[in-house]
């Protein structure tokens, strides 16, 4: 008998490590008995995800997937982080977010676990004239404040500046960021802004506020706008660089006009996608800042995607979020805003502000996820999806730059296209739901009362546009909305289910959970006659519908039924049309909507 060492970790220590090849075979096999016969390498293609930008995501990684060597926390090229201790000593900056004054809003936030404020001013936000109202009792040496307020930016900048003057605050303790951005203004409203007071700022913040920055590179526009992450990293990568040069133009030296960016990145439920975009975007700065003869670190901003908040069950929004935050943190952001729960819905209430701010306490204090300096990195899977993002970025930055930079490209709208064509292709997945929306296309709850906020102010736009996930189905929604409050019912649809439970179970839910999704009422119980359906969907097996489902559709059609679907794919007489899993939900239940008449 072979005596194992006493180390503690004996247990296994007799048998061989498995080999790839075995992996591959055993994969084989499962896959075989699913109807797929495929060997060696392609079993790997087979289980692989397809994601935006030319991206794959496969099943297994090993030691063979190499990526470049991510360097140590703190040092160039910052994959592991912008500082060598990470976020241990205090976890990220918790930044709370406001667009409109709330009695107590802000002292709340800051005095339950925010550490700075984002004030959104101006045009679709807090009258500039009242930021000494919203500022209002908060220790400015101590909470750092970054403004948004667009076109407005330097009559803000303005105002801030006095405030710390007027209340004696040390310029050497003022911390924050102006949050100039004139080409983020431009892709959200299609007006170019002159760059000198932008660069005025920047050079009084660099001589007199060391801690204080003068601009913001908001990725958000190019997010929002439907982009993949490779496109949002190449916009900013781009919208950098024009600032780089702008400020040295204006006689900044290349590192101070570095150390006056600050970028802003959305952190979306895809954890490893944002933990990777987070990691690549500091390597590609890390070497646009090495080539510019500044090297140093990307400060970033991350904020949760506004795109993925849902106005359908927002609750879920809090899930989101949560993973979203944890995305951001282990991929070392610097500052996390968390979007409440109800802000696709209008001005979040105090619940909700709670809500978003404890769910950076809960990651940072209880989760103890800020105790490790990256906590991805060494990952095989995360390492590569780092590298080969960044190389998808990098090519789309070169391609803004090969047509001109940042502002050419936004004036010639070839941006609007890139992003759009994007766009497209996602909304394929949704309306598929490839890509599910719980609570919305998946899972949707009809009796759902509806959530009630006050109106947010209306954002500035003329620009690129603002997507969502959920809006093709918000819009089938809406109409089964209207339909209800018109005729006291919402449009419905009999469930005609054939055989024992057994059988029709898995396909009824499926039926009733697709219908839903475009606000129509199945109904189960009874005959088609009591239903006040109009339509109706067999739900069984594929070997009762042999048998049954001609005659089923006869009957149902004798009955009344205008359209018969059945779920499942199959070509019986009586049948008008399949729901099957993969078909388009949004062009089968907006026809539906419109055979019964729901405008």
């Given at each position: ?143 750092p404040v970054v403004l948004d307020a667009g076109r407005d930016t330097e009559a803000a900048a303005e105002a801030l500046l006095g405030l ?436």
């Amino acid at each position: 008998m072979t005596v194992l060492p006493d180390d503690g970790l004996s247990l296994a220590a007799e048998f061989p490590d498995a080999t790839h090849e075995q992996w591959q075979r055993l994969v084989e096999g499962v896959l075989r008995k699913s109807g797929k016969e495929v060997s060696g390498a392609a079993v790997e293609d087979a289980l692989s995800t397809t994601l935006e930008d030319g991206l794959r995501t496969r099943p297994l990684y090993t030691a063979r997937d190499a990526a470049p060597d991510p360097g140590l926390p703190g040092f160039a090229p910052y994959v592991r982080g912008s500082r060598p201790e990470g976020n241990t000593a205090g976890g990220w900056d918790v930044r709370q977010r406001h667009t409109a004054l709330a009695e107590g809003a802000v002292l709340a936030d800051l005095e339950n676990g925010g550490t700075s404020l984002w004030l959104v001013l101006g045009e679709g936000g807090i009258p500039v004239g009242r930021l000494g109202e919203a500022l209002e009792g908060v220790y400015l040496d101590l909470a750092p404040v970054v403004l948004d307020a667009g076109r407005d930016t330097e009559a803000a900048a303005e105002a801030l500046l006095g405030l710390y003057a007027d209340k004696g605050v040390d310029a050497g303790a003022v911390r924050g960021n102006l949050g100039g951005d004139p080409l983020g203004y431009e892709a959200r409203t299609g007006t170019a802004l002159d760059f000198a007071p932008y660069a005025a700022l920047a050079a009084r913040c660099a001589e007199n506020h060391p801690g204080l920055r003068a601009l913001t590179v908001d990725a958000l526009p190019y997010h929002e706008a439907g982009g993949s992450a490779a496109q949002e990293l190449g916009a900013s990568l781009a919208t950098g660089v024009a600032y780089l040069r702008q400020l040295t133009e204006a006689g900044l030296s290349v590192e101070r006009a570095a150390g006056q960016l600050e970028f802003r990145y959305a952190a979306t439920a895809d954890q490893f996608l944002t933990v990777a975009k987070l990691r690549a975007a500091r390597r590609l700065w890390s070497r646009v800042a090495e080539v510019c003869g500044a090297p140093g670190a990307q400060v970033q901003h991350v904020v949760t995607s506004p795109v993925m908040m849902a106005r359908r069950d927002p609750w879920v929004n809090m899930l989101r979020t949560t993973v979203a935050t944890l995305a951001a943190g282990v991929g070392g952001a610097d500052a996390v805003t968390v979007l409440p729960f109800d802000h696709a819905l209008g001005l979040p209430d105090a619940f909700s502000r709670r809500i978003a701010r404890n769910t950076s306490t809960i990651l940072i204090e209880e989760s103890h996820l800020a105790r490790v300096i990256d906590p991805a990195g060494g990952s095989w899977y995360v390492e590569r999806l780092t590298d080969e993002l960044a190389h998808a970025a990098w090519e789309f930055f070169r391609t803004i730059e090969r047509d001109g930079g940042q502002a050419a490209v936004l004036r010639s709208g070839r941006l609007r296209t890139d992003l759009a064509t994007t766009w497209a292709e996602r909304s394929k997945k949704l309306a598929k739901r490839r890509e599910p929306i719980t609570g919305v296309s998946e899972f949707p709850l009809l009796a759902e009362k509806p959530v009630e906020r006050e109106p947010a102010p209306e954002q500035p736009s003329g620009g690129l546009p603002r997507v969502r996930r959920d809006e093709a189905f918000e819009e089938l929604r809406a109409r089964s909305d209207a339909h209800l409050a018109a005729t006291g019912a919402r449009p419905r649809i009999f469930l005609a289910t054939l055989g024992s439970a057994a059988e029709y179970t898995a396909r009824a839910t499926f039926a009733a959970n697709l219908f839903q999704a475009g606000g129509i009422e199945p109904v189960t119980e009874g005959s088609f006659e009591d239903s006040g359906a109009t339509e109706a969907v067999l739900c069984s097996s594929d070997a009762l519908y042999a048998e049954q489902a001609e005659q089923a559709a006869k009957s149902l059609k004798a009955s009344g039924a205008r359209h018969v679907f059945l779920a499942g794919r199959g070509e019986y007489a009586g049948i008008d049309s399949c729901v099957f899993a993969g078909c388009d939900a949004i062009d089968v239940l907006s026809a539906t909507l419109d055979r019964m008449g729901v405008s």
